[in-house]
């Protein structure tokens, strides 16, 4: 039977995971390297770039740069995306519970 009590306390439960691990994500360092490690790229959980390194080598080679530069950020704003997904189908394994019998 559908109990409308049972289904707010899951939502609500559902509701503070999603808030922690968004909070989690802040704290989550994900890098990424182009050029064999020339340039490298960090960004937190929620996507945003927090650190850049980039070797005084290619300082006079700007289109050499350009491209490892975009390449480092390519591959980390895939790992931020990754990790989100991961991070949803946690959250929704963990509604194998849900209580919505009928």
Not at 42 to 65: P, R, V, Y
Not at 71 to 83: F, G, P, Q, R, T
């Amino acid at each position: 039977m559908f109990d409308p009590k049972e289904l707010a306390k899951t939502l609500g439960d559902l509701q503070e995971k999603f808030q922690s691990a968004q909070e989690s994500n802040k704290n989550i360092t994900l890098n990424a390297k182009s050029g064999g490690g020339l340039v490298s790229v960090s960004a937190n959980g929620e996507g945003e770039i927090i650190d850049i390194t980039i070797d005084d080598s290619l300082l006079e080679d700007k289109e050499s740069l350009q491209i490892l530069l975009m390449s480092a950020l390519n591959d980390v704003l895939k790992s931020v995306e990754s990790n989100r997904k991961n991070m949803a189908m946690q959250m929704l394994g963990n509604l194998g519970d849900f209580p919505l019998k009928v």
